[in-house]
């Protein structure tokens, strides 16, 4: 099921969001004390309201036919590499297909203040991604990036 969103956490952990939304349905979870209070460290929109979030959709979405997002008239769609934000070329499991207005897609290279240019190489350079950011890249927050 197509789906997006986007997370918050605000400053001291002491509230957590998550609104997301399909072309048809769209639905926002705010939690956090009444009198604005630490929720404990550690504490993110990610971890505590997607969840909450995704059951929700699951429920609300079950026996829906899956609708695709339409790209607005004007975008252009790139195919951009998911773990750098790089743009591609071909096809993969890393690939993603992004939208963007003409003019804005993403650089075919970046700098690192301190090093020298690199070419679509990865971050730093070393064509590595951190675990963590494999692990968010690859499970989400179930499916939700």
Do not use: C, H
């Not at 009198?35 to 609300?60: C, H, L, Q, S, Y």
């Not at 979405?61 to 590499?81: Q, S």
């Not at 591609?88 to 963007?100: H, K, L, P, Q, T």
């Amino acid at each position: 099921m197509p789906i997006a969103g986007k997370t918050g956490t605000t400053n001291d952990e002491k509230d957590v969001w998550f609104v997301g939304f399909t072309p048809d349905l769209v639905t926002g979870v705010y939690l956090g004390y009444d009198n604005p209070t630490p929720m404990g460290r550690g504490a993110t929109g990610g971890g505590m309201a997607a969840p909450v979030f995704i059951d929700f959709m699951k429920e609300a979405l079950k026996g829906k036919k899956p609708v695709d997002f339409k790209v607005p008239e004007g975008m252009e769609l790139i195919a951009v590499n998911r773990k750098t934000g790089m743009r591609a070329s071909g096809s993969g499991s890393d690939v993603i297909m992004e939208a963007f207005k003409p003019g804005t897609g993403p650089a075919d290279s970046y700098q690192i203040i301190g090093e020298d240019e690199v070419a679509g190489s990865g971050f730093g350079g070393t064509g590595q991604v951190s675990q963590q950011a494999e692990q968010a890249i690859t499970q989400g927050a179930g499916g939700l990036f």
